[in-house]
């Protein structure tokens, strides 16, 4: 897929950020929310992503204008000794998976942190997402740590988390 644009999230693009967002959650297997999101729950999300210039907010559209996907830099924890350190996030719509899309935006995320000057990257994925995990250690992601049993969903779903990280 190379005709993909990278562009900066707009209020305009949160319908679909929702979306994309909310078919994870009712997947359960890329989400610990339980529930779907509001459109103002995902709004409060992306607007929290301050100063965007560090920590943008994107999403992926089609050459038809359509949004397959969504992701994001934000500040990995709250202390200031743990700035320069990121949380790579990204989702994207089940109709665009296995196709080049995920990896074009961890690229695209992770050429932005090190053009902002952030030294690491890191994220958390279900241990038994196999899609993620391989695209983690394409990037050269390291898995660091694994905590058992960590998500508990509807239905009996249960998920170990991974914990990965890049030095950028």
Do not use: C
Not at 71 to 87: I, N, T
Not at 147 to 163: C, E, F, K, N, S
Request: no cysteine; proline share 4%; glycine share 8%.
């Amino acid at each position: 897929m190379s005709e993909l644009i990278i562009r900066g999230a707009t209020d305009a693009d949160l319908q679909a950020i929702t979306d994309i967002y909310n078919e994870a959650v009712l997947e359960r297997m890329s989400s610990a929310d339980i529930e779907p999101r509001t459109l103002a729950q995902r709004k409060a999300w992306v607007d929290a992503h301050e100063p965007r210039s560090l920590y943008p907010v994107v999403v992926v559209e089609s050459a038809d204008g359509r949004v397959m996907a969504f992701g994001s830099l934000s500040r990995f924890h709250e202390r200031a000794g743990y700035d320069g350190v990121v949380e790579l996030s990204y989702y994207v719509g089940s109709a665009w998976r296995r196709q080049g899309v995920g990896r074009q935006l961890v690229a695209w995320l992770l050429d932005e942190a090190r053009r902002v000057g952030h030294r690491m990257a890191a994220t958390l994925i279900f241990a038994d997402n196999e899609g993620s995990s391989a695209l983690m250690r394409h990037f050269g992601f390291e898995r660091f740590g694994l905590m058992p049993d960590a998500v508990h969903l509807p239905g009996g779903i249960r998920h170990d988390i991974a914990y990965w990280y890049l030095p950028l």
